[in-house]
């Protein structure tokens, strides 16, 4: 069966195929992806998914960039689900075909379309069907958390559909009887859009018809007193007669049992006869809110859904509890207290508040907590039963029929606070907890608020309302600076601005200082036995052993965030056991998650929890663990490197330092780790330049560069330059201090190596030189090979291809004592270029073909890959075009593979050259335009010149008048990066070019001539 591909917009944008999540990790890709999703089966402009992806400014090369973007897209879809055709290039731009794949907003056209035709049909059972339907599509606000100029338009009209169909289903339902469900329906529409006359005139239509007259009436008073204070206009005719039908009181239903026989949920209205009388008391317990408050409007929206119901989920059941969850220090209670104080009115019957944390200021166990909910509620003590479940049903049985709002304060746990959960009827609780409170779900309609760090904006606000507008203002980088050092969140900032209050002599940069102290800013923040330390506490104490103990371990690295498999070396547990323990730290709200770039999830700290986990790493672990720790996770980490590298290059290129222990990481586990040796790079990135910088610090130095080095093929695949320097030097650094002579030697040569990138060979033959007088004082064999092997790369850059042809050869020798293949393999490739460069392309093809068999034998693909591009040089440079053309289409495949975007573009520049060689200029055009987009996002400006220079030949063959006009920025680039012969022939082309009578057609035999010549 063909493979059925699933789009959901109405929501978070969510791709499948056949049931499996696929995914779409460019930013414009998926913004591209979501255009064409919303207008399945119409054409999309090239301009509409321009003014998508950049709704100001767009670069010149946008319409290039969005047709990668298609191509990229098509081959995911071909490549992840075997789907080709889905895309189509239709003027002005691209098509979405659906045939055979489900579109959410495709499904809700159809069946508000349905919907819409049995209403006028009069079939009101089968319109609501339909209209439940289309309503039962969304999962969230379109296209939720994505914005475009050309996105903003559809998503508001795809989102004013969305409140038609509600307003029209409830009129169906008007018409059935349904008055219970409307008001669920409705009231939150009106509430959300408040000049919707017609809206408002259903809503009072199910009031009325209900006999809840007076709720009709204030509800035409409030939507006539929006009228006039918003528009200055009374109600429309509809409205006003409504209005007047029910002042006296025509067309009244029978209020309850028409209610009733049509809503299930009406007879929550009514206490069960079983039910006890209920006591009289009526409890007021809300503690203050901490003040002031500010921000959270989005979160304090989302509570509304305990006495409204969910806005678009016409006839579902209103919410009864509403779970607040987050880290220690993020604001839960005084969110929910804000709240509460708020909507203490419309629970008349009181509100309940209970903190469930263990100590002196709260009852622990559920039987402790229920015995103080009883008394709360009038129920003698005498009167309270001994057991827990004899307890919980007579409190359930005493809250039956009022309403009343239960505060669940700090709750551990679902077990904890399960007892506590009223049963029908319209009495409503609200839980905060650092506990994700993931067993609720499924049990109970429940309103989910996850509470993060508020905004910065939002944390300059109560700063700003805590100590005064103008102590913020005087000091603008201080508060900020506070607010960062804070991690944001409200308790920490609370305390700062306590202390800042209390003392007028302290300034926001003199606190700024204060915290800036690692070791300081938790004390800081934990005055007496409150503050930031008392809150994480409770989550650390109630950790297991392994997971209290990894949380420490951690604490010690100073990394930006952990892949899921890093307790393997930390506790020596198996990968899924390190995932299990880092999930549940994050279920404490001690971590916190975030998906890495190929997918898989990673954990990082908030820096006010990670000096939390120091302090009690340095209080319950020795210096010599900690040390270990360090240890196992950088020899864990190298042989990833290792390994890693190894399918870049084959073995031997990476060297290694002293022996390492057997298997610090299983084999199996490395081998699924780096199955895709640049994407598993990609994610640690930032972790392996953090670790070289540690182990540098804490004295391990030989790591620090055999990781530092390990990083190159890395670095250079992806043109991380800027990373390959830092680490490269911080080594150096490290191993100059502790007189390691090869540590040394190798960063310099590695430093030589980035200099021959930037085009810097002056600098780059020095530092070689000084590399190669420090290796030459040690044993290390293959690191003396690479040196000469990259002073032949660059004496062959500077025009010295004698000097460089010497270096070369004695590389060669050096390797093959060394023992090392895939090094090998690369100088004999560099071997044939240097040949080729000579004036002897068929020597050039025979030490290329000879460099590919010896890549075989290191089992380095990318060498491979590598040496094929070269043989293609050759083979262009021995005028056989044709098979260079054959030979670069599969360097292309193999580079794309490897996710080499470098190797792909010099690969797609040598196709070009080959294409235009045989006069065949628009194949060449195309190859050249991709190579040339690629080479921009690597940002490697020498290729850029090389392919503008092949464009021109292209441009002449094709009888382009304007063709040379290119070659004046490819010949100022050459001068520029210090490359004289690609200078010298630049401008000759040029010199032709002006010359040549565009009107008859040029030879691609006469351009290459012409870039043969030295």
């Not at 919303?38 to 402009?45: I, N, Y």
């Not at 382009?960 to 990066?977: H, I, M, N, V």
């Amino acid at each position: 069966m063909a493979p059925r591909l699933s789009f959901q917009v109405l929501g978070p944008l969510k791709v499948s195929v056949d049931g499996r999540p696929l995914l779409l990790r460019s930013p414009r890709q998926r913004t591209v992806l979501a255009v064409l999703l919303l207008t399945p089966g119409r054409a999309v402009s090239v301009d509409a998914l321009t003014d998508a992806v950049w709704p100001s400014d767009p670069p010149v090369t946008a319409r290039n960039q969005i047709a990668i973007c298609v191509s990229a897209l098509r081959k995911t879809f071909r490549d992840e689900a075997g789907v080709d055709g889905l895309i189509e290039t239709l003027l002005p731009g691209y098509v979405l075909h659906r045939d055979g794949h489900h579109v959410d907003v495709a499904d809700l056209y159809e069946s508000a379309a349905a919907a819409r035709a049995a209403a006028e049909a009069g079939d009101l059972g089968e319109a609501a069907a339909r209209f439940e339907d289309a309503l039962a599509l969304w999962s969230g606000p379109v296209l939720d958390g994505m914005e475009g100029g050309a996105l903003n338009g559809a998503v508001d009209r795809i989102s004013e559909l969305r409140t038609n169909l509600t307003e029209e289903y409830a009129a169906v339902q008007l018409q059935q009887g349904r008055y219970r469900s409307v008001l669920e329906c409705l009231a939150p529409l009106v509430a959300e859009n408040p000049l919707r006359e017609h809206t408002r005139v259903v809503l009072m239509q199910a009031y009325h018809l209900s006999g809840r007259r007076s709720e009709a009436l204030d509800c035409y008073r409030e939507g006539r007193r929006i009228l006039v204070a918003e528009l200055g206009v009374e109600p429309g005719a509809e409205l006003q007669e409504l209005h007047r039908t029910v002042l006296e009181g025509e067309g009244r239903a029978p209020a309850r049992a028409a209610a009733a026989s049509s809503d299930s949920v009406a007879a929550e209205a009514t206490p069960s006869p079983a039910a006890p009388t209920a006591p009289v008391a009526v409890p007021r317990q809300l503690p203050l809110a901490p003040e002031p408050f500010v921000g959270r409007e989005d979160e304090l929206e989302a509570l509304q859904g305990l006495v409204t119901p969910a806005p678009g989920y016409a006839g579902a059941a209103t919410v009864r509890v509403a779970a607040v969850c987050g880290p220690a220090g993020v604001g839960k209670s005084a969110l929910a207290l804000y709240w509460a104080d708020r909507v203490a009115g419309r629970f008349p019957d009181g509100q309940l508040y209970l903190d469930l944390q263990d100590g002196p200021g709260g009852p622990g166990t559920p039987d402790a907590a229920l015995e103080r909910a009883l008394r709360a509620l009038g129920v003698p003590g005498t009167s309270i039963p001994a057991g827990l479940e004899d307890r919980a049903a007579l409190y359930r049985s005493t809250l039956d029929g009022r309403r009343l709002l239960v505060v669940l304060d700090d709750a551990r746990s679902v077990d904890q606070i399960r007892p506590l959960m009223p049963g029908r009827g319209p009495a409503r609780v609200l839980v905060t907890s650092r506990d994700p409170l993931n067993g609720l779900t499924g049990t109970l309609a429940v309103a989910r608020v996850e509470l993060g760090a508020m905004s910065r904006a939002e944390c300059l606000d109560l700063l700003a309302a805590t100590i005064g507008e103008h102590r913020v203002s005087a000091e603008p980088a201080a508060a900020q600076r506070l607010v960062d050092l804070c991690d944001r969140l409200p308790l920490a900032l609370r305390v700062v601005a306590t202390r800042l209050l209390s003392d007028h002599r302290w300034s926001l940069r003199q606190m700024a200082a204060r915290l800036e102290d690692r070791r300081e800013r938790v004390s800081v923040l934990s005055p007496g036995e409150s503050g930031v330390r008392s809150g994480v506490w409770l989550s650390y104490r109630a950790l297991s052993v392994q997971a209290a103990r990894l949380y420490r371990q951690l604490s010690m690295l100073d990394v930006p965030d952990f892949p899921a498999w890093i307790g393997v070396p930390v506790l020596g547990v198996d990968p899924d056991a390190s995932e299990e323990l880092l999930h549940q730290l994050v279920g404490a709200q001690l971590l916190e998650i975030r998906p890495a770039p190929s997918g898989g999830p990673r954990f990082r700290f908030q820096e006010l929890m990670r000096q939390f986990a120091r302090e009690r790493c340095l209080a319950e672990d020795s210096a010599r663990e900690r040390e270990q720790t360090l240890e196992r996770v950088l020899t864990a980490v190298l042989t990833l490197v290792h390994a890693a590298q190894e399918q870049l290059y084959g073995k031997g290129e990476t060297p290694h330092g002293g022996p390492l222990p057997v298997e610090p990481v299983p084999g199996e586990t490395v081998s699924e780790l780096v199955a895709d040796p640049v994407e598993w790079f990609e994610d640690e990135r930032e972790t392996l330049g953090a670790l070289v910088v540690q182990a540098v610090r804490d004295g391990q130095p030989e790591r620090a560069w055999l990781l530092a080095v390990g990083t190159v093929p890395f670095y250079e695949t992806r043109n991380y330059l800027e990373d390959w320097r830092r680490t490269a030097e911080c080594a150096l650094e490290g191993a100059r201090d502790a007189g390691d002579t090869r540590g040394a030697g190798t960063m310099l040569r590695t430093l030589g190596t980035l200099a021959i990138y930037q085009r810097r060979y002056g600098e780059a033959r020095e530092r070689l030189l000084t590399a190669l007088t420090r290796l030459e004082r040690t044993d290390d064999v293959q690191g003396r090979a690479i040196v000469r092997r990259n002073l032949a790369v660059c004496a062959r850059f500077l025009g010295d291809l004698a000097d460089a042809a010497r270096y070369c050869e004695e590389s060669l020798v050096l390797f093959r004592r060394a023992g090392d293949n895939s090094g090998l393999s690369h100088a004999l490739g560099l071997l044939a270029q240097i040949e080729i460069e000579q004036g002897n392309p068929e020597r050039g093809v025979e030490l290329s073909n000879e460099a590919i068999e010896v890549s075989y034998e290191a089992g380095s693909l990318r060498s491979r890959t590598q040496n094929m591009y070269r043989l293609a040089e050759a083979l262009l440079g021995a005028g056989r075009s044709a098979q260079a053309e054959r030979i670069c289409h599969d360097v292309v495949g193999l580079t794309r593979g490897q996710g080499d975007r470098l190797g792909e573009a010099h690969g797609l520049c040598a196709l070009g050259e080959a294409q235009w060689r045989q006069n065949e200029p628009h194949k060449a055009r195309a190859s050249l335009r991709r190579a040339l987009r690629l080479a921009e996002e690597v940002r490697d400006r020498f290729l850029q010149a090389r392919i503008v220079t092949h464009l021109a030949c292209a441009e002449a063959i094709r009888g382009d008048s304007g063709a040379g006009e290119p070659l004046d920025w490819a010949q100022a680039e050459f001068r520029t990066l210090n490359a004289p012969a690609w200078e010298r022939r630049a401008g000759r082309l040029r010199e032709v070019l002006e010359s040549h009578d565009a009107l008859r057609p040029i030879e691609g035999s006469v351009l290459a001539g012409l870039l043969a010549d030295r």
